[in-house]
């Protein structure tokens, strides 16, 4: 995807013209946790008998019940286009077995998204990232490296304050955390789809270091994972 481009457009030339069909896993879900489910989904929900299911709902809240029946129920719930499967997910997820909360929310989203494209008879599309979001918002990790690798003085993180709150208050965005460690400034942010990312944060380099040049223009970002200090050390060296 190249600097101007963003999310939405290229969701746009993959699917078609979209109105109201997009959603955002909102929640911060590891991806290794979220490909698992879903390969998983893929194997057991082969010949899948929704009245089965339906009639063996229950079975989730019992409290001798193995994980990887539980794992196996859930799926199977998510997979079943009827409301009496999303409310028996919607129960579950106020009380989750250890270990199991990210499972359970992403069945109970995936059968949400299910029962609407049947009511609404039009497909909907799931965005799915490592840092989740925000309604139609993307959460971005960003760490901004001082040119000079070395602290950022108080003036320097007062300026990246001000350039990066008037560019995201202009794009309909939002500073959710900033974290300056030494030569390494972190930042989460939440940035609609329709907004070119890369072009923002270089617009935001940019104005700052008119006033020092003190920010490298190579800079990280991921809607992944949120990185340690010593990670992105390592990203830059």
Not at 55 to 63: R, V
Not at 186 to 203: A, C, E, W
Request: proline fraction near 3%; aromatic fraction near 8%; hydrophobic fraction near 40%.
């Amino acid at each position: 995807m190249s600097e101007n481009e963003n999310i939405y457009d290229k969701i746009q030339e993959l699917f078609g013209y979209v109105n109201g069909q997009l959603s955002i896993l909102e929640d911060q879900i590891d991806v290794e946790i979220q490909m698992e489910y879903y390969n998983y989904s893929k194997r057991v929900n082969e010949g899948l008998n929704p009245a089965d299911v339906i009639k063996n709902k229950d079975e989730l809240f019992q409290a001798d019940l193995p994980v990887e029946d539980r794992k196996n129920m859930l799926v199977r719930l998510a997979a079943v286009d009827d409301i009496e499967a999303y409310r028996t997910l919607e129960k579950y997820n106020k009380e989750p077995n250890p270990g199991l909360r990210d499972w359970a929310y992403l069945a109970l989203q995936e059968s949400r998204m299910l029962i609407e494209s049947k009511i609404l008879d039009e497909n909907q599309i799931l965005i799915s990232t490592g840092l989740g979001g925000k309604g139609l918002k993307l959460r971005y990790f960003t760490a901004l490296i001082a040119s000079d690798k070395t602290t950022f003085t108080p003036l320097q993180q007062k300026i990246i304050r001000e350039e990066l709150g008037f560019y995201l208050n202009r794009s309909g965005g939002e500073l959710e955390k900033i974290t300056f460690d030494n030569e390494i400034c972190s930042l989460i942010t939440i940035i609609p789809l329709k907004i070119p990312v890369q072009t923002l944060f270089n617009r935001v380099i940019k104005e700052c270091n008119i006033l020092g040049d003190f920010i490298l223009q190579d800079h990280v970002i991921n809607n992944v994972k949120i990185l340690t200090s010593e990670e992105i050390r390592v990203c830059i060296k």
